[in-house]
């Protein structure tokens, strides 16, 4: 990988998938002098307005994915449900970064799990549930509460039912649609942090400053930085984070969820893996000289990976459903930075935008 020849400027970034991510790594592209070209099946998607151009394709319409590979340069992903086969049948007309092997397990919970658990990190206790009958043996492991969450396509706490003392597993269980699941003991974490990282082609890494987050019904609420986290659980984050990315070949943003644990031999249990960009390195844009989204973009270009320091401390404020109509207060606040996705049509539960409130930078 390393030896093909880096993306210059004027070159095109395909990106696979129209979200915010998708909007906001083409706007760090654009700095760059690069240009994008968003794949999405969705008509209304909010990274079009700001790319050069576009196809709506289902991710399986292989003559539009052909024209697609023909069109660009290299290309990248959003999200992380994309089809495999999506990323293997590019892959073989066009570099593709992050590869497939990082897209494939970490597409699916039990695989990402086993892949963590292969490499000697914690994880909460945890059995597959490949049917009903799989609930009682997952619970004798797990123990009360649990939580069930489907395998794949589950985000923002979509696809996962608590189960705890006095519930019938098998209503959790219709809850998630009888999908294959993991059972998943549901921890006493004291915080949840993250780690984004970036990995370079050639295998060099540089980290930000983990991040403490704090989820509302499942949905990131915010994101402050410095954590509140003691240094050595902190180098262990970071450590972590590059093992996860070393493990899968990763070039491009990696992110960790993990949870801390106020005790106990194992302090620090990985929750997810992202295998892109995340809502946790939203603050990067504000608090830092090179943001998550630009990092993304000079790592699988081939250039070399940009300044993670970070030069303010920051809060990051998820703007969800009619948190957003509170725009024109926000951008009259001080040391407030408003972004928006121009998504039309607000739903409750629909990240529309964030905000970061920045101020100088205290401590280590
Ligand atoms: P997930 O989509 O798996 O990241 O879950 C969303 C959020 O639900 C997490 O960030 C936690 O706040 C909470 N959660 C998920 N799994 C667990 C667990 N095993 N124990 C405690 N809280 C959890």
Redesign the pocket.
């Known amino acids: 990988m390393n030896d093909e020849p880096p993306v210059k400027p004027g070159m095109i970034v395909g990106i696979l998938g129209g979200g915010q991510l998708g909007r906001m790594l083409a706007l760090a592209a654009a700095e760059l002098g690069l240009s994008c070209h968003i794949y999405c099946p969705d008509q209304k998607s909010p990274a079009f307005a700001v790319a050069a151009s576009r196809t709506i394709a289902p991710y399986d319409d292989q003559a539009a994915l052909a024209a697609f590979a023909e069109s660009v340069d290299i290309v990248t992903f959003e999200f992380e449900n994309i089809p495999t086969e999506t990323l293997r049948f590019l892959a073989e007309r066009v570099t593709v970064l992050p590869g497939p092997a990082s897209l494939e397990p970490t597409q699916d919970r039990l695989s990402e799990k086993q892949l963590i658990v292969d490499i000697g990190i914690p994880v909460?206790p945890f059995a597959p549930v490949a049917e009903q009958a799989d609930i009682y043996s997952a619970l004798a492991r797990t123990g009360r509460p649990a939580?069930l969450?489907t395998r794949r396509f589950?985000?923002d706490?979509k696809g996962?039912a608590a189960i705890r003392a006095g519930d019938d597993p098998v209503g959790a269980w219709r809850a998630i649609g009888q999908a294959p699941a993991i059972l998943?003991?549901?921890?006493p974490?004291a915080r949840?942090v993250s780690v984004v990282l970036a990995r370079a082609r050639d295998g060099t890494t540089r980290a930000y400053d983990v991040v403490e987050n704090v989820?509302k019904d499942?949905i990131l609420a915010t994101s402050t930085v410095p954590a509140n986290l003691a240094p050595d659980l902190t180098k262990q984050a970071m450590d972590i984070g590059e093992r996860i990315a070393a493990a899968l070949g990763h070039v491009g943003v990696l992110a960790v969820?993990l949870?801390v644990m106020e005790r106990g031999a194992d302090r620090l249990l990985v929750?997810?893996i992202a295998p892109r960009v995340h809502n946790s390195g939203h603050w990067t844009t504000d608090g830092c000289l090179c943001s998550q989204f630009e990092q993304h973009i000079r790592a699988i270009a081939g250039w070399p990976l940009g300044d993670t320091a970070r030069h303010s401390d920051a809060v990051m404020t998820n703007l969800i459903g009619d948190d957003a109509s509170r725009w024109q207060e926000i951008v009259g606040e001080s040391g407030a930075r408003l972004h928006l996705y121009g998504k039309a049509e607000s739903r409750p539960g629909r990240k529309m935008g964030h905000v970061n409130r920045i101020s100088p930078r205290s401590g280590p």
Request: charged share 25%; glycine share 16%; proline share 5%.
């Open positions: 909460p939580v969450k589950g985000y706490g996962q998943e003991a549901h921890v974490f949840e989820h499942g969820e949870f929750n997810e």
